[in-house]
């Protein structure tokens, strides 16, 4: 077995704990010790996928297969933004200042950066996938240079951090799915190979995603008091 076999099996292994964790992590009750005791599973198994991510990254280059080595190593961007999101959102939630800083507003450009460079890569070699997925980072990217921006309005939002929090834990859901349904399950199962899995990995896990967090802002939203009514 060589060097690089191996190091797919072990990225593929942390892969499947970051999948049972993630979703371990979003049935059990919010703030309770499993809760966080999960939640720490999860985030070392991204961090994990993320540093076996780079090396795989490059032998795509190396080999040639361009396409594969765009989408991963974009995932890897936008994944380490989420996921630094995910983690300071946390620790940070008494800190908006902290929380926006410099390595924040890097990873937010980073990730409108190479969105647009995956944008005009899908394009110019006519890749629809990856020219429709680049909106995730140009769109999560630019959402973050505008809260740093306005980051006064962000701290004024009732249980920003718990809001941050969550949607880092939905983009670092995305990544998770999009690899194993594109990646993972066609090795898995060679018979469901196709150009529909192709679009149902890419795209599904990004509408199920919007759909949790349109539901989970309406669940946490914040109803406004009513005024007290007196008699006359």
């Not at 077995?1 to 593929?12: D, F, N």
């Not at 371990?24 to 996928?49: C, E, N, Q, T």
């Not at 989420?82 to 300071?88: E, G, P, Y």
């Amino acid at each position: 077995m060589t060097a690089y076999r191996l190091l797919v099996i072990v990225h593929g292994m942390i892969g499947l704990v970051a999948l049972i964790s993630f979703w371990s992590a979003g049935f059990l009750r919010k703030g309770g010790p499993w809760h966080r005791r999960i939640g720490r599973v999860y985030l070392l198994a991204m961090v994990g996928i993320l540093v076996t991510a780079v090396p795989i990254t490059a032998k795509f280059f190396l080999d040639g297969r361009i396409v594969s080595g765009v989408f991963l190593g974009f995932l890897a961007v936008i994944t380490a933004a989420a996921v630094w999101s995910q983690w300071r959102a946390i620790l940070d939630k008494h800190d908006v200042v902290r929380y926006t800083g410099p390595v924040y507003v890097g990873l937010g450009v980073l990730s409108l950066v190479t969105g647009v460079a995956v944008l005009i890569f899908g394009l110019k070699t006519g890749t629809t996938l990856l020219t429709g997925f680049s909106l995730v980072g140009i769109l999560a990217g630019a959402a973050q240079i505008h809260k740093r921006v306005h980051r006064e309005r962000l701290a004024a939002r009732p249980r920003w951090w718990m809001i941050e929090h969550y949607t880092a834990m939905l983009g670092n859901g995305i990544a998770t799915h999009i690899a194993f349904l594109s990646i993972g399950l066609p090795r898995l199962m060679p018979a469901l190979k196709g150009d529909t899995l192709q679009l149902l990995a890419w795209f599904g896990p990004v509408v199920v995603a919007g759909i949790a967090k349109w539901w989970l802002d309406r669940r946490w939203k914040t109803k406004p008091k009513l005024a007290p009514v007196t008699q006359g």
